[in-house]
């Protein structure tokens, strides 16, 4: 039988338990890929936004004006998030490190999820991954062909372009107040 005093505390244990690895940047700049291989490295459960939306909700989207469409998918996002992080935290006091490609593309949503994490973000690593605009554009329309292992969905033009407009790298009070690595891009091969 366990006893209230032989519960780690998720302060003590983000000190010294399992790892959260959250992976951000813009669309096509190689979340995904980059989320297989920290998966694989620290023997670590994925917890993907864009797989949840598609499972849950893809097959019911409703065929409205666009205005109309972004309140129905910003309610979604924000309930799959708050899900995301339940099953984020049950995963690490079950001493499983996770890996979490979640959006955030923004600081007000990575502050209010910064915010939502409590004593875990003591237990964080932010991965910043970035490429040039046109090479991310190409890497989103070869994989809306291919549908390959990183596809989750479609991507529309301009959905893309929105998406890239949105995005906002770390500032220097992010970086400083988190343990953030800045990945090198990856070049497909030549």
Avoid at 62 to 87: F, G, H, N
Avoid at 142 to 166: C, W, Y
Wanted: hydrophobic residues 40%.
């Amino acid at each position: 039988m366990h006893t209230a005093s032989d519960r780690a505390t998720p302060a003590a244990m983000a000190r010294t338990g399992p790892r959260i690895h959250l992976v951000i940047g813009p669309v096509g700049a190689g979340k995904s890929t980059f989320v297989r291989q920290l998966v694989q490295q620290h023997s670590a459960v994925p917890l993907n936004l864009d797989d949840w939306m598609a499972t849950l909700f893809s097959p019911d989207r409703p065929d409205v004006p666009a205005a109309e469409l972004m309140a129905w998918y910003v309610a979604r996002t924000q309930r799959c998030l708050s899900q995301i992080w339940k099953t984020a935290e049950a995963v690490l006091r079950a001493g499983t490190q996770v890996v979490l490609e979640i959006g955030l593309i923004q600081q007000r949503e990575r502050d209010a999820f910064y915010n939502r994490m409590g004593p875990w973000a003591d237990a964080m690593t932010v991965y910043v991954l970035d490429a040039p605009r046109e090479l991310r554009r190409e890497r989103v329309n070869q994989r809306n062909t291919e549908k390959g292992e990183t596809f989750s969905m479609v991507v529309p033009p301009h959905i893309f372009e929105l998406a890239s407009d949105l995005w906002q790298p770390p500032d220097p009070a992010e970086c400083d107040a988190r343990t953030v690595v800045f990945v090198p891009p990856a070049h497909p091969p030549q």
